[in-house]
């Protein structure tokens, strides 16, 4: 059943909010671990138009940071192997200057890495962390990933590792989002082989699954909440779409990455650990002891000068 996605929470600007929040959503309900309708203010903004997107995919293109796939991909299609599989074999500006003809889905990958759209991404982050950070501190590696898509085109069913606000630009989507704890549609094993080594191999897609999901049909202005691991798989409507996602990085998401990756060697040894989440104090005890060789190791790392990647870089690298 879809979600209704309920009116924007006015919040107040005050000396200490150097921003207006560009999402909008009830800070006091804000549950970082619960997928959460909500609104945004940038539909009309000028760098989310076709026109400046279209510039965009060129410089994204010559960069390598570009994702497409034609649109006979289905929802069960291997997300990482989309494009291979589903080839399409139009420039990123063809496709996008013919969008409603193109039958193509395309991603512009890490627009932060773009000094335009960096600025853009920064920003609504900016706007939105006093708020996200109530609840859930740390915010970094800021991204942003921006989804131009033709008219009944599909993103196959996947997760990602991090928190993840989408938000609709142009058109109608439809967004299917499970709870990043349901495991009859992720298990745990494909959760740890996925913050192990990205692998999404253990993700398997049924159809049964649309019956567990949190639905959202998303118009411009309205978007959502999903926290990191949480599956997806998204649905165009009729008319071409773009959307943006804001993604990020905290210390309870790197602190779920830091169990599972744990979870993951442990079962290389055979050793299988309970579920992630099920038995806290286990996993409190777990995380010290991982934090403590961690640390241990960036101390040698810098006694005998070599630089470590930094922890909280506030925006994300490519191929982070």
């Not at 000396?15 to 997928?35: G, K, N, T």
């Not at 994204?60 to 006979?72: F, M, Q, W």
């Not at 740390?138 to 989408?166: L, Q, Y």
Request: aromatic content about 8%; charged content about 20%; overall charge neutral.
């Amino acid at each position: 059943m879809a979600l209704t996605v309920p009116k924007p929470v006015a919040l107040a600007k005050d000396e200490h909010q150097r921003l207006v929040p560009q999402i909008e959503f009830d800070p006091a309900a804000f549950d970082p671990w619960r997928i959460q309708p909500v609104r945004h203010l940038l539909s009309d903004h000028p760098l989310l138009q076709l026109e400046a997107l279209t510039a965009l995919g060129a410089r994204l293109e010559a960069a390598g940071r570009i994702r497409t796939h034609a649109n006979d991909a289905t929802a069960g299609t291997p997300f990482n192997n989309a494009p291979d599989l589903h080839p399409n074999t139009r420039s990123a500006v063809d496709t996008l200057s013919s969008l409603r003809e193109a039958k193509a889905w395309t991603s512009l990958l890490n627009v932060q890495t773009d000094s335009v759209y960096r600025e853009l991404v920064g920003m609504v982050l900016d706007s939105v962390q006093p708020l996200v950070e109530q609840r859930d501190p740390g915010m970094c590696h800021r991204a942003g990933w921006i989804f131009v898509s033709s008219p009944r085109t599909v993103t196959p069913f996947h997760f990602d590792k991090e928190h993840n606000f989408i938000l609709q630009i142009h058109g109608r989507k439809r967004v299917y989002v499970w709870d990043h704890r349901d495991t009859v549609v992720a298990s745990e094993l494909a959760r740890d082989r996925f913050h192990q080594r990205h692998d999404r191999d253990q993700l398997q897609w049924k159809e049964s699954f649309r019956e567990r999901a949190q639905v959202f049909d998303l118009l411009p202005g309205q978007g959502a909440y999903m926290p990191s691991t949480s599956p997806h798989m998204v649905e165009n409507g009729d008319d071409p779409s773009i959307t943006i996602s804001f993604t990020y990085y905290t210390d309870s998401t790197r602190r779920d990455a830091m169990l599972h990756k744990t979870h993951a060697v442990l079962r290389d040894l055979g050793v299988t650990l309970p579920e992630v989440g099920r038995w806290p104090l286990l996993d409190g005890a777990t995380a010290v002891g991982v934090q403590s060789a961690l640390a241990l190791r960036a101390l040698a790392a810098r006694l005998t000068g070599r630089a470590g990647a930094p922890g909280y870089a506030r925006f994300a690298q490519v191929g982070m």
